[in-house]
């Protein structure tokens, strides 16, 4: 079966840096576009960003824009998040979650259980 798990969250200060890895198995890692998704607490979830099947598209939103970098190395089936200039907004459980497209738009139909990361001084 398909199997996400995230590894690499713990307490950062601010302006530190971090990098989360998601291991995927159960489906063909290197023929989907991942995400990562956060959510901070009480709060929504917010997307944080996309990367394509090979590596070479990539898509952020505002609020991490500059600081995060995703990447992926199919030969591992791993999915990473190098998360740098850490800011106490920052502080969230992170998703990684694969890419499905439907006739409602792109969504995500598998979704690891989360890291929790603290930007605290």
């Known amino acids: 079966q398909v199997q996400l798990v995230e590894s690499g969250g713990g307490l950062v200060q601010p302006g530190g840096s971090l990098r989360l890895s998601c291991a995927a198995s159960g489906f063909t890692f290197s023929s989907y576009w991942m995400n990562w998704v956060r959510q901070a607490p009480g709060k929504g979830l917010e997307w944080v960003s996309v990367?394509?099947?090979?590596?070479?598209?990539?898509y952020y939103a505002d609020s991490v824009k500059g600081r995060f970098t995703i990447s992926r190395d199919n030969a591992k089936n791993t999915l990473y998040l190098q998360m740098s200039s850490l800011k106490p907004d920052d502080t969230a459980v992170y998703y990684c979650?694969?890419?499905?497209?439907?006739?409602?738009?792109?969504?995500?139909?598998?979704w690891g259980k989360g890291s929790l990361v603290t930007v605290s001084s």
């Open positions: 990367i394509n099947s090979g590596g070479d598209t990539t």
């Open positions: 979650a694969k890419e499905i497209l439907t006739t409602r738009g792109y969504g995500m139909d598998y």
